[in-house]
């Protein structure tokens, strides 16, 4: 089976960041410990808690079960690889049974929407969670003039001594977390499937969870 991606793993959140870091790609799953987290739920590693709706499986999933368990919001392990959006669009990619233009034509449907400039980092957290995402765009006038990911969170909550219950309840600012302004790229599609998330040419910004709904629409016809 050709639709793995490989798992970051580390013993400690701080060496969990590091890692992030130089990572390249960037992972999807993490493993902290003996803990699997999808990268959406990094946050539970600062409490120590267990992440929802990671599936290690001892054997690999056929095409059709791997869409479907994958649209329904869980990630997969088989044998320390991970089963993910990302690596299944990509897979499907290179077999040629999707086009590029069809992808970025559904993935678009999907976008992050946006939040508020002046949002407070109480809200991006909650936000990422929520809908899975791994990158949140703060806009004015419905312009990405930020982007926050969750690996920025993660940062922020460490530099700054916080758990996850104190981020979920700090009304400051987003700023504080610090993000990066935004790039739009000609061919959003590459970026989306070697990065973290891309920002098409229009302003609209795709991520894992873009991905993830779009596979609801391919389970069907498979």
């Not at 969990?16 to 993490?30: F, G, M, R």
């Not at 320390?80 to 077999?95: M, Q």
């Not at 312009?143 to 909550?157: C, G, M, N, P, Q």
């Not at 758990?163 to 790039?183: C, W």
Request: glycine share 6%.
């Amino acid at each position: 089976m050709k639709y793995y991606e490989p798992v970051l793993e580390a013993e400690s959140v701080s060496e969990l960041l590091s890692t992030l870091a130089e990572a390249d790609p960037p992972p999807l799953i993490v493993k902290l410990g003996e803990r699997y987290y999808p990268l959406h739920q990094l946050l539970l590693t600062l409490d120590g808690k267990s992440a929802r709706g990671v599936r290690v499986l001892s054997s690999s999933p056929g095409l059709r079960s791997a869409l479907k368990l994958l649209s329904q919001g869980h990630y997969l392990v088989v044998r320390s690889r991970a089963v993910t959006p990302r690596s299944v669009i990509r897979y499907l990619l290179e077999e040629e049974f999707l086009a590029d233009e069809a992808v970025l034509e559904r993935v678009t449907r999907y976008a992050v929407p946006c939040l508020k400039s002046n949002a407070t980092v109480k809200t991006v957290v909650r936000f990422l969670e929520a809908r899975g995402a791994v990158a949140a765009p703060l806009c004015w006038q419905s312009r990405i003039k930020r982007v926050v990911t969750i690996v920025d969170a993660l940062s922020y909550a460490v530099s700054s001594g916080l758990s996850r219950r104190s981020l979920l309840l700090d009304r400051s600012s987003a700023a504080r977390i610090g993000g990066s302004r935004p790039r739009a790229h000609s061919e959003p599609l590459q970026p989306l499937l070697n990065g973290l998330y891309a920002v098409t040419p229009t302003g609209l910004l795709l991520d894992v969870s873009s991905l993830r709904m779009m596979l609801g629409e391919l389970n069907v016809e498979v």
